[in-house]
């Protein structure tokens, strides 16, 4: 805001000095008023007129007229109300301009512009990456000069984090000390980074990071996924798949973290061979407001699905093209159970559970994109009623 008032003042000042110039400057001298000059102008012409007459130039009573016709236009002239007291002291014109300049730019500021704009547009004017990393560069100068802060350490392992320096940032959490062993949220930060700078390693220090984390607040988010990961690194697919249960029950349902959760849930259990105890999955397709079941593979196409493909069960509405529901999670083993639920909606405002019964379909992509292409394995579709929970998806095809 101040970025715009003081330019503004500071010219509305220059804009003043310029008009009132000649009233500030003026000097001691009155000058001449409009009467004044005028008396001079025919007092020559006067002179003039009576040269003529003593050079026989005019006769007497040319001279006379002239001069009588003189006399009446100075009288008239003179006689007018001079423009130095119809203009006032110069004190009162001062203030005058200066009144009618700050009026009219006020009014026409506030007709056209908008300072709160203004100061807006500056104030999200968006940051480059290097004018950020000067920020964090600077902090850390900072810092190293007063390394008591642990706070300020805690804020720098923050911004290292955010820009990707995990190395950095460990060190900076590191150097936190004791500021950061009560704030869970701070606690599982530290873990996560020592997890990129360990290449995905959860043994040692990481894993204890995140158990202090839990230990003050069972329901922290990143604590609970880092815990799940860390369950399955190691094999414990049940463990990893209750702990994921826990953090998606603390999400908005549908959303895209929901899904992902989800999707890793399902891996989980495929490799671990664990069958669907999804309580919220269950009582949803049990009420009526889901469908779920089997996805199998037939012998012949088993050899054709690689790592990194993805399952895709896509429900639609029977006669539309547009999906209602997709479930998306990796190719791992068969066979694979599934279960669409209002979860998986493409749309909340118009969920799988307000349908009488759906088009399914079982697919598995290279890309994991939503349209078909050649090469994916596809089941046949199906059309089965909302509730169904024995639902079974061959996938016995190659799309050409």
Not at 44 to 68: N, P, T, V, W
Not at 70 to 78: H, I, K, P
Not at 356 to 382: F, Y
Not at 388 to 393: P, R, T
Request: proline residues 4%.
């Amino acid at each position: 805001m101040a970025s715009f008032f003081i330019p503004a003042f500071l010219l509305l000042v220059l804009v003043l000095l310029l008009v009132l110039r000649p009233f500030i400057f003026s000097g001691k001298n009155e000058g001449i008023s409009r009467r004044q000059m005028n008396a001079a102008i025919y007092r020559e012409e006067l002179e003039k007129l009576a040269a003529e007459r003593d050079a026989g130039a005019i006769d007497i009573q040319e001279y006379e007229m002239s001069h009588a016709e003189m006399r009446q236009r100075l009288f008239q002239d003179t006689n007018e109300e001079d423009d130095k007291a119809v203009m006032g002291s110069t004190k009162k014109v001062v203030i005058s301009l200066c009144v009618f300049v700050v009026l009219i730019s006020s009014g026409l500021y506030l007709f056209l512009g908008d300072v709160v704009r203004v100061a807006q547009n500056s104030e999200q004017r968006p940051m480059t990456q290097a004018s950020v990393e000067k920020m964090v560069a600077d902090f850390a100068l900072k810092m190293e000069k007063d390394p008591d802060n642990l706070k300020g350490w805690a804020m720098l392992g923050r911004s290292y984090r955010i820009l990707g320096r995990n190395e950095d940032a460990a060190k900076a959490y590191g150097r936190a000390g004791s500021f950061i062993s009560n704030d869970p949220e701070l606690l599982a930060e530290y873990a996560d980074t020592l997890i990129a700078t360990a290449n995905g390693s959860f043994t040692g220090k990481p894993l204890q990071l995140i158990n202090q984390s839990l230990k003050l607040d069972p329901n922290n988010l990143l604590a609970l996924w880092l815990s799940g990961s860390a369950s399955f690194s190691s094999g414990n697919y049940k463990a990893a798949v209750q702990t994921w249960q826990k953090l998606a029950k603390q999400l908005p349902p549908g959303s895209e973290e929901v899904r992902a959760i989800e999707g890793s849930i399902t891996e989980a259990r495929s490799k671990g061979g664990l069958a669907n105890t999804n309580d919220a999955t269950n009582t949803a397709v049990a009420s009526g407001k889901g469908v779920s079941g089997k996805i199998e593979l037939s012998v012949e196409l088993k050899a054709k699905v690689k790592s990194g493909d993805v399952v895709m069960v896509i429900a639609r509405q029977p006669g539309e093209r547009m999906p209602v529901a997709v479930l998306k999670v990796p190719a791992t083993q068969f066979p694979m159970n599934f279960a669409l639920t209002d979860a998986q909606a493409m749309n909340p405002s118009a969920p799988i559970s307000k349908l009488a019964e759906v088009s399914i379909e079982a697919r598995i992509s290279k890309t994991g994109m939503a349209k078909a292409e050649t090469g994916d394995l596809i089941s046949a579709v199906q059309t089965v009623k909302v509730g169904s929970n024995q639902v079974k998806l061959l996938v016995d095809q190659v799309r050409q």
